[in-house]
Nanobody, 127 residues
Framework: QVQLVESGGGLVEAGGSLRLSCAAS????????MGWFRQAPGKEREFVVA????????YYADSVKGRFTISRDNAKNTVYLQMNSLKPEDTAVYYC????????????????????WGKGTLVTVSS
């Protein structure tokens, strides 16, 4: 069993930055592909970014390329999402997810049946 706890959300002005963290329990963190997803009010959950088990491969949604950066520290069981140049349309609840059986590329291609999900952290970007 893996528990994921997101933190770092909040209110920020457009153009600002936030850094989200997702701390995972358990001793097999490096076995999981990790991803960030988001869900805006009234919209379906969407993929944001995924990172491979070792951190060597990353995949981003077109809407965040060049602005968001994912990283992971397997020694700390934590994955990060650095969000820069934030826009009002980035406003959403951001969820961390982990899956042992897929690849980061597959996650980016629409695989949403993840093994574990966090409860989410709210990011609000004001205009």
């Amino acid at each position: 069993q893996v528990q994921l706890v997101e933190s770092g959300g909040g209110l920020v002005e457009a153009g600002g930055s936030l850094r989200l963290s997702c701390a995972a329990s358990g001793r097999t963190f490096s076995s999981y592909v990790m991803g960030w997803f988001r869900q805006a009010p009234g919209k379906e959950r969407e993929f944001v970014v995924a990172i491979s088990r070792g951190g060597g491969s990353t995949y981003y949604a077109d809407s965040v390329k060049g602005r968001f950066t994912i990283s992971r520290d397997n020694a700390k069981n934590t994955v990060y999402l650095q969000m820069n140049s934030l826009k009002p349309e980035d406003t959403a609840v951001y969820y961390c997810a982990a899956d042992a059986g897929t690849s980061a590329q597959t996650m980016a291609e629409g695989f949403y049946d993840m093994d574990y999900w966090g409860k989410g952290t709210l990011v609000t970007v004001s205009s």
